[in-house]
Structures are given as structure tokens and as C-alpha cells.
């Protein structure tokens, strides 16, 4: 059952900043950078990131529940990258997924950016393509192999770059 208030936010106690370490420590370190995996890495709830003031840590709130987490970094340039976005498992199926990454979105623009970025894992590539998202390397995308870079545009381009874009069509010869 999908809760009826859902909100982003910067957490505002010490529980719900432990709460946000927790998710993204178990929902993506513990998933994807196991000791014994391919890309071991621990978790760091003090990287120096996390302080960096350009950059926004933020959870998703049912209620008074934190029940998921983003991280948008905004770069000069007008970039806003999502990182390490987690919904804790016991709330997936709700659609808080599609909840949060709208709220981000919402949030990331009303902060200037022009575009967002994310580094996207298999399982999740097509519900970031539902949203809007297109694979497209980005400065700063990650150099894990198995992550897919990808980049929405949040500003309607140009009507020449619009139909830059579009698929060539393919002309057979008579």
C-alpha cells in the first residue's frame, strides 16, 4: 500500500542521517560492493562528499518514515547528478521509486539544474529510461563496468538539435 504523504527532504535528526547511511549501505554497497565481488568497496558515511555543500543529501519520507535516499550533486555547469538512489525493500512495489526520482527532479531544477545524471545498474536501466533518461556518457560518470551512464534533459533543446536527435531514417535504393 502506497502511504499518502511522501516527501524529499534533507534529513533532520541524527536517526534519520543514521537511516540514510543505512539504506545506501545496504541497498547498494552490500548489493554491489561485496568483499568477495568483482568491485569490493566499504561504504563511508564520512566521505568527504557528504559535506561538500553543492551537494544534497536527501530522503524519502512516508510519513515519518525514511524509507528512501538520493544524494544530487549540482555542478557548475548546470548538472545535477543522482547518486546512490535506494528505496529500503520492504517499501518497493508503491511506486515510491518513481515517487522519489519525480521529487528529485522537481528539486534538482528548482536548483538551477539543466540536466541530470545518473549511473544506473541493469535491473534498474528501464526505469530510468521510462522517466526520461537516455544511456549517454557524462564527466564524472563511473568507471564501473557494469554501470550505464545516463543523462535526462530538463529544458526542451532547440527545434534543430530536437531533430538532430531523432533516428536517422533508413532510404532503400530503387
Known sequence: MRPSSIT????????????YHALRETCIFDLYHRADGPYPCRYDPGHPDEDDPANHPLVLMAGDTVVGTIRIDMKPDG????RLIA????W?????GAALLRQAEAYAEKHGASSLCVNARQPAMGFYARSGFIPCAWDGNSQCAEAIAMVKP?????????RARQPAR????A
Open 8 to 19: 524529499l527532504r534533507p534529513a533532520r535528526s541524527e536517526a534519520e542521517r543514521q537511516r
Open 79 to 82: 548538472r545535477a547528478v543522482f
Open 87 to 90: 528505496v529500503d525493500p520492504a
Open 92 to 96: 518497493r512495489g508503491a511506486g515510491l
Open 154 to 162: 530538463l529544458r526542451k533543446l532547440p527545434m534543430a538539435a530536437r
Open 170 to 173: 533508413l532510404v532503400q535504393a
